[in-house]
């Protein structure tokens, strides 16, 4: 599977939504999307469904129980459509940068476990001035950079090599993204 980019996903009414309500639940700053780094890059985080950090079970019933957010259930099922059949969510949560604060390149899975990540891009507007890029670096192709776009959708496997950039000084709001992380599970 390659990177996918899916424009369009959401409606601009419920990326709204969604923005508004991950800002209303508040973030926590101090998240490290790779821990093993000796450039510590930190930034907001929001979990919403992780099993307990428990990466070989599925977090589908925690999501189930979640009524806060039950419009994210079938979010994921639209999702799991397009992944490899019997994947299952691991983890899903909501990512933030502000500006100055770069994400560090990582991978989400290991290399060969066939893990997938979806990320939806959850900024009700956004400006091509304003920066804020992920970073894909494939081994078997050249980088691409994705810009961030409203209710954009973008699938990879897990073990490519990504890193989110911050938005530029102009960009006067974190840059969003809901992120979705599954995996075939035994």
């Known amino acids: 599977m390659t990177i996918a980019v899916h424009d369009g996903f959401l409606a601009r ?3 709204a939504m969604l923005f508004e309500r991950l800002n209303e639940r508040g973030w926590t700053y101090g998240w ?13 985080h929001v979990n919403l469904a992780d099993n307990g950090f428990q990466a070989e079970q599925s977090c589908l019933p925690e999501l189930e129980t979640l009524s806060a957010w039950s419009d994210l259930l079938p979010l994921w099922g639209s999702i799991a459509k397009m992944l490899p059949q019997g994947h299952q969510p691991t983890r899903i949560y909501a990512n933030a940068h502000t500006y100055g604060v770069d994400g560090a390149l990582h991978t989400d899975c290991p290399p060969g476990t066939g893990g997938r990540t979806a990320l939806i891009y959850l900024n009700p507007v956004w400006k091509p001035d304003w920066g804020g890029v992920t970073l894909f670096t494939p081994a078997e192709s050249d980088p691409l950079s994705v ?3 409203p209710g954009r959708l973008v699938i990879f496997p897990g073990d490519v090599p990504h890193c989110a950039f911050a ?20």
Request: with cysteine.
């Open 147 to 149: 810009m961030p776009k």
């Open 167 to 186: 938005p530029t000084k102009s960009c006067h709001d974190l840059r969003v993204t809901l992120v979705f992380k599954s995996k075939v599970l035994p």
């Open 32 to 44: 490290m999307a790779d821990r093993s780094s000796n450039r510590p890059a930190r930034h907001w």
């Open 13 to 15: 009414h419920h990326v």
